[in-house]
T-cell receptor, first 110, second 116 residues
Framework: AQRVTQPEKLLSVFKGAPVELKCNYSYSGSPELFWYVQYSRQRLQLLLR??SRESIKGFTADLNKGETSFHLKKPFAQEEDSAMYYCALRPSGSARQLTFGSGTQLTVLP | KAGVTQTPRYLIKTRGQQVTLSCSPISGHRSVSWYQQTPGQGLQFLFEYFSETQRNKGNFPGRFSGRQFSNSRSEMNVSTLELGDSALYLC???????????????FGQGTRLTVV
């Protein structure tokens, strides 16, 4: 079975500082990895997915299969980045469900 | 385009009762998945429906069931409610195919169920 671990429940950084939210996974096959974000009083929404190799709102994430990690990074944090971030994995094959990590609450201080 | 709509938003039920939650997916989406979110267990997958058929199922007891209608709307039912069923229940819809565009999941705002 697959598992996603986000070791930090809470993370605070100052505005303009770099931020890295950690995500490690365990899965024997080739997974699809995602980052979801939930801003205050809003619904959960997709931030980015590894297969797209894109940068969204200045965030990037690289899948490291050797370290089984998919850390989310942003070089200069903004106050509007404060939110709950979830790392999620979808297994390869016919299974469609997402396995989520426990989430990291990011607070960007002024 | 309207987003995923879940009704009701809040629900209070008594132990032993049953409850039905509803999810209307984005127009054109054929896949609907349900998740349970609790402080202790986080977000856990319940089941997925595609074209009125259950395609995947998570590790939940048989008291949790669902169905999908021909218009892709889905309902989730929980029978014989327990205190531990108190949670936020999220529904997500997607096109349901296998291409990149088809697998993106869009979430509703959830139904907050409290069992007393």
């Amino acid at each position: 079975a697959q598992r996603v671990t986000q070791p930090e429940k809470l993370l605070s950084v100052f505005k303009g500082a770099p931020v890295e939210l950690k995500c490690n996974y365990s899965y024997s096959g080739s997974p699809e990895l995602f980052w979801y974000v939930q801003y205050s009083r809003q619904r959960l929404q997709l931030l980015l997915r590894h297969i797209s190799r894109e940068s969204i709102k200045g965030f990037t994430a690289d899948l490291n299969k050797g370290e089984t990690s998919f850390h989310l990074k942003k070089p200069f944090a903004q106050e509007e980045d404060s939110a709950m971030y979830y790392c999620a994995l979808r297994p390869s094959g016919s299974a469609r469900q997402l396995t989520f990590g426990s989430g990291t609450q990011l607070t960007v201080l002024p | 385009k309207a987003g995923v709509t879940q009704t009701p938003r809040y629900l209070i039920k008594t132990r032993g009762q049953q409850v039905t939650l509803s999810c209307s997916p984005i127009s054109g989406h054929r896949s609907v998945s349900w998740y349970q979110q609790t402080p202790g267990q986080g977000l856990q997958f319940l089941f997925e429906y595609f074209s009125e058929t259950q395609r995947n199922k998570g590790n939940f007891p048989g008291r949790f069931s669902g169905r999908q209608f021909s218009n892709s709307r889905s309902e989730m039912n929980v029978s014989t409610l327990e205190l531990g069923d108190s949670a936020l229940y999220l529904c997500a819809s997607s096109l349901g195919g296998r291409t990149l565009r088809h697998t993106e999941a869009f979430f509703g705002q959830g139904t907050r169920l409290t069992v007393v």
